[in-house]
């Protein structure tokens, strides 16, 4: 029995941790099949992945644009696909995919130029096709209960913002030791694969972000400085932002904060109250109502539940993790796919798109152009 | 192409959480595909659940006994039945495809009396079939990589325990309001439906089983106390257990602890050193060697990343879940299921067994007869 | 000019730490003055503490019954006496103080015998004199809040009590190296100097006055095992009690639990709520009201500010540490001692007493009886 | 029996929270003796003052600089003064007393302008006197632990900074209430009582000096934004910083962050590990050395017992809490001073001086020209 939606995919083999979370994270809903794709560039790999979802061999291609063309030509071509490529890559396939008029899933960063993004963006509205991009954090479901609270005025007006995302897989690179592995430095310093930025491209486009889509608030312009270490690229970078209503917050990105995992933690302080949440315990939110004591709000507890609605999938308690988060992208992209093939409007669907993934690149450019310009600020 | 192992359900619709649960957590690993199933003795139900997952309508069954019978007769039958069905069926069900000679996981509690568990014990043993219980957080990462500290020696001979599972869901029970929905009542009031325990049978059971599997202790005897607050069942116990090797440790189960969520905590005291597991933060391990400072171990740290090998299924930093504590043990069961067709040895496989849940249903009659026996001690 | 309140102290030279505590405590507020002591039987340790106190010669004395005998004779002799020495000297010093007419405030435990016990709760009765006991975790601010907000029915009537005083610094003990230093364990094995327990009579007694003055009830019987890993005194200790009311409690006492330090935990369930308190984040307290998110009290919001009184002393945010919890006790207890001397009544002095350093007494003897007869429930 | 140092102190009277807190810091050690005092303009508080102390009436002066003047005068005159006036005062009697021979301990922040500050530096130093400055925070143990950590290489070459020190305190005046109490207003409105800087000058200045006291970093240039939300001066300010060595480190300081009572944290990230110490749990300090867990020091274990030394006064696990951060200072202090006396060399004292009171002035007017100048660079 043939499932709602066929989705293929781009890149993402066996062996990329990546493909795997996304394929798993669309399993989770039982909407969408995957039926086609080009995963890998080493065909062995390719069909291995090919074989472990069941994809007829026939939908398995050598080449995305070869992919974009069959799957577009078929009555029964995929419904969407889904970008897992190197982040070199996603500009061109996510073109060819939208040229032939198919939706795109993307992994971010969307792209590396701003031309490009603004081009993807206008392709896209010109198609009228949709184009998720994965940020993950804003599909956990205490994300979704932050952002609900703060537009319902429970913090009231915002006055300060305070966010980072730390984390120390890159510790080594402070202290590089004679003769090591080096291919790490080879993606740091070769722009062809890595854009502009490494941590701030890599992470702090995440804080960017995720403090928009819980507040709405929108950058005006930016400071910052960017340490590179002696490296080609930057490894830490700390920003301050000024948004259009003149509010100004703090970020901060770091690969080598020893102690941090995958610290995201955003924190958001209005003239009512302050909200709190942390990746690295992504159930928890922490809410201080001004007047009263701080608060550790959770998926169930009786107002929240109500807010959470169906992104919480398991009773309170009982950590829900990053496939959820994940899962949760994927279900709201794939609902509004069904809802547009119904004729509805999609246009209040609750997933980042592609104009997100355009302001994450230009908000890279204007961090790396700051730090490179005295740390003047720079408009976006 | 079809998967390597298929199997099927009883009990377990789309309605019931648990029943998602379990398809998605066989749904990370792709080695199982779900071709049978009896999800429900209301007929739409069952074929909602079965249509859903593309279950072929002709291995829909209303009754599992017809199921039992039919699967174990097919060529290509169910290599193993998943048990999601309300907890007084778990015996009568898994007796029956035991007795077809299908392999089982089944939820906990095993079944209500120990005759009934003992025999469950002898019929898998009798026909050489795996039976798999689904005591989810010994699925954890950081659950394995404290049995195997445990094993190593990094606290030394074990000279304490403390423990608890700890929830407040039933609070109200404490306060009954008139007229109020009295269906939690029901249960609570039936043997027939519940045993003879709630809290010690529905929580308690997993202290006993986690502190096994980390530890590898044995309750020699034990006392307890039970409340139940006016009810006829217990929603919260103190126990003090004695292992076989002379040393004590508590326990401690409630449903009516507010503040609480689903809060089992773990801490093993040795004569080298300590280590705590929190459900509700199953990232983590604090362990405290003796003599130095309490560390938080999380999946990817040098020495935990080869301890945690294949259970820790994305980077360090990015919170599993509970899916993924599920998955394993799945994953775990199948891996043994292949082993055993190919004609391997599977004795030494990582999931908790019938042998276990037995283990669970002598814990239970121990603890509800000492409260019964003015907190005597009693034998297991 | 003269200080309102003179005290005298037995025990307790520079070389001791709780001595030191005492005295500093007594001066955070500036109401009483050192006039004598009795510090140590090393004459030289005597009289260096004297002279750091500038505590005239002529009241420094060899012995303590000189000291009780001219005191009381003096016009203006001490106003009472704090006493420091080892456990097993209070009751014969608390004694001789009292019979001469002294009011007394003691270091933990009372003494070793409940015949002492209720010898020194007549002698104080009848003589009509105060006897404060320094149960240290009482003082603190959060611990008074705790007690008015379960007094005033902010958790409703009590369903469970979970209590543990957790440390590690004997866990040496649990694995003895050759040759190593004795004289832990001389203090261990002669009953002379320790009594009957060593672990239980250090802090569990904490656990049961520190519940007891939160919440009021009283220990109706209670059952335990105690652990001395081959020492003659026990290390390790688990009880369950039953309270007046029918309520079950479990506490839990430990010096080998690594990775602990003074982890003094109370938490206490109602049917309207919970309390947690620490000791080690003592400005802290966890509510959790039914319905609600757990929040974290500490001392000076709104509501709290008002319950916190008199008992904090600096502005919240701001720890306030052990020396303040002491300072409090003292307070309170000269306070009393002022008002006693102004003729007002007493009785609702907010300071631990004699009677329950004598509770404290009963309920080590029964721990340590229900250890000893197999873990059966003993009468308080 | 007199005491080694005699002092005096310029406000502070009983209704001032900070006097007290100076006096029983300087109590906890039995070496100084308060002898002298101008407690308030307001007479009846400045003569009750130095009745609850026993100053002998005749050295309450009713005027600072008279008090200046005869205990210089006097044979038997204070060794040092403690100025705990408003800071608008803090310049003029410190000067004053240093004029006359008289070693100072002022309250934090120094003065108000950098000129003030230079002139301070330089009378204290060309009379050859000791100049205190109460940062607080440098006085708690773990502080100094922290300090001795990265000066012994622990976490290697500092590679970026991260710290802010946040309170909720003056939320209200995000949203003023038509009438409200406007003393608040009147102190932040006027530059002769607050200088130019209200939140910055209040805390910022704590993360500047604690960072430098324990890294020994020296901040080159800055540059910051200073919200004022409509009032006269500075709330909440985010500051970015160039080290004299090239690295950078964010500050962040607000009093508008709700759920923030007194919220110092430092992060300190090197090449080898990390620090991190918060003062609202100020006995704990987070290590995570490369390639390791984060382990949570405190003040006892083995090898920071060591470190701790004599800042630690009581066993660890019971909390030391304000008093003793504030009285470990003034015991640094009192220490160099009787070494003076003595003729010993006292440079490598560790108590924060007039040079860093100076260093935190110029810090306040670096962020506010910054603030005030587009954010541009400020150099130190």
Redesign the interface.
Known sequence: ?A?QIRYGMVGGDLHA?IGE?HR?AI??D?RAELVAGCFSNIPEYNVETA????VNGSRVYDDYKEMAAKESAREDGIDFVSIATPNFLHYEVAKEFLSHGINVVCEKPLCFEIEQGEELVKLAKDKGLLFGITYTYTGYTMTKVMKEMIAEGK???I??V?A?YA??WL?NE??PVEGAQENLSVWRKDPKYSGISNCVGDIGTHIENYVHYVTGLKIKRL?A?A?T?GHALDL?S?I?V?YENG????Y?C?Q????????LVV?V??????L?WQ?????YL?????????????R???Y?KEKAGASSR???????????AFANIYRNFISALIDKKNGKDVSGADFPTVSDGLSGVKFIHAVIGSAKN????MEL
Chains 1, 2, 3, 4 share one sequence.
């Not at 398991?314 to 959820?324: A, D, S």
Request: hydrophobic share 35%; proline share 5%; charged share 20%.
């Open positions: 029995m499932k941790f979370v798993k399993n989770f039982t074989e472990a979802y069941c913090i009231g007006k006055a300060s305070s980072e984390q120390d510790i402070l202290s400071l400085t340490n270490y830490n700390n301050i000024e509010v100004n917050g703090a901060w770091s080598i904060a020893m102690g941090h995992l995958n610290g924190r302080f209005g003239e009512l109250g302050s709190e990746q690295e315990h992504p159930d922490r809410f201080t109502p001004k007047g009263g004591a701080p608060q550790m709000l959770s169930g507890d009786g929240i398991i009773p309170v308690g009982h950590p829900e993790g990053l496939y959820i005295n740390s003047s600020w």
